[in-house]
Nanobody
Framework: QVQLVESGGGLVQPGGSLTLSCAAS????????MEWYRQAPGKERELVAS???????NYADSVKGRFTISRNNAKNTAYLQMNSLKPEDTAVYYC??????????????WGQGTQVTVSS
């Protein structure tokens, strides 16, 4: 089993910055893709950014140029640096990892989420 724990959320003013962390632990053989999703009240969960083991990245159009996803493979940790934050970025942010555990099973794993609130 793989566990993901997000941290770094909080309250920030519009135009501010925040960096989220996602630490994976457990019986991990390798992590393929790590992703950040977010879900605002009354809205569907949406993909914000993804990063593959190769380092290739993809972003939602709404965050391109403002957010940066990265990962530290040695620490099994992903990060989401968020700059120029807008009120519409307010949501619970979730980390997702596609990973292979020590028994050879591929699976998707989710963190518990961390709240990001952008408000004056």
């Amino acid at each position: 089993q793989v566990q993901l724990v997000e941290s770094g959320g909080g309250l920030v003013q519009p135009g501010g910055s925040l960096t989220l962390s996602c630490a994976a632990s457990g019986n991990i053989f390798e992590i393929n893709t790590m992703e950040w999703y977010r879900q605002a009240p009354g809205k569907e969960r949406e993909l914000v950014a993804s990063i593959r083991s190769s380092g290739s990245k993809n972003y939602a159009d709404s965050v391109k140029g403002r957010f940066t996803i990265s990962r530290n493979n040695a620490k099994n940790t992903a990060y989401l640096q968020m700059n120029s934050l807008k009120p519409e970025d307010t949501a619970v942010y979730y980390c997702k990892a596609n990973a292979v555990d020590g028994l050879g099973y591929w699976g998707d794993y989710w963190g518990q989420g961390t709240q990001v609130t952008v408000s004056s």
